[in-house]
């Protein structure tokens, strides 16, 4: 249906728009193409040059023939028009003076301008009123939306705490796939949990966003731990990748660290394993307050594979996530 209304256009509207389309389809597949590396995609995108290409010969070849008219071309439209007056009859036949009205040669070119400026503009606005993930960012996970327990006692004698709630909607946002560099994936899990010290004196809570190539986990330490004890500590404990810098104005520290695993056994009179060491992670620690007088929240990224993300992930997630708790800005 659409192609047969385009064909219903007049040649100097109907070319330029398809020109006009061709060239836009044929740049953004290419340029999907190169940053997917995905070869199918860049042949379709060649595809879409070329004809667009061949619709741009085909309007300057019009263009040259309505220029320089051939010789022929007169006589031969006045023997077709002598031939339908005589077929039907038609009244006299108009003189050499009287012209002949042709197409409005300004009137389609103007349409054709309107047409296609109208069809920039849609691509312009489409971004600002359609979801900018293109569809591939979605929240396939949700963080759990039961009833509000009541919080520890060590949240309530801490001004201002992040929950795990607060840290859960923070950190599943719709673009952390694309953050992590895996734009094409959602997350399969989400949860926060308003966690405390072993001693129960300080809150700690935590979120986690797990997709199928990285799992995400944001926490916060109440504790008096400033990041410059933090960094010693770590050097301390013979800990050599260690990078310090400044996040969102506070002081930071980028670290690698291990995970933990262990396993539970149910039923069978077997008890519990023993904790293991589990894959490697990359940690981003940044202070709670811009004067780093103790507490930081820690942003760390890994795999099952142990294949880690580039740094530049983890600030990203770190610069996105941390000022959207509530609290963080007034810190």
Known sequence: MLGFLIRLLPFWVREPLLIAIGSVLGVRIMYLAVTDHDRVAAGLGVVFLVFTAIGVSVVLRALRARRNPSPAAPVAEAAVEGAAQAQVGAGPRPGPNVPQKGPNVWGQAITAVAVVGALAAALWVAPHVLPSDGGTQSHAASCADGEK??????????????????????????????LLGTPGESATSASGTSNVSPNRKVAQPEAEVRFGTYTVNVSAAYNE?????????????????????????????????????????????KSSGPVKQGPPSRNLAVALERTDRGGYCEVTVWSNSGALPDDRALLGIAEKVLPTIPGWTVR
Do not use: W
């Open 149 to 178: 327990e009541e919080l520890p006692a060590a949240y309530q004698a801490t001004p201002r705490p992040m929950t795990g709630d607060q840290l859960c909607e923070a950190l599943n946002r719709p673009d952390l796939a694309r």
């Open 225 to 269: 731990l400033s990041t410059a004890q933090y960094v010693q500590l770590m050097r301390f404990g013979g800990e050599q990748d260690i990078k310090t810098l400044t996040v969102l104005g506070r002081p930071a520290v980028l670290y690698s660290d291990h995970t933990m695993q262990f396993e539970l056994s149910f039923g069978g009179g």
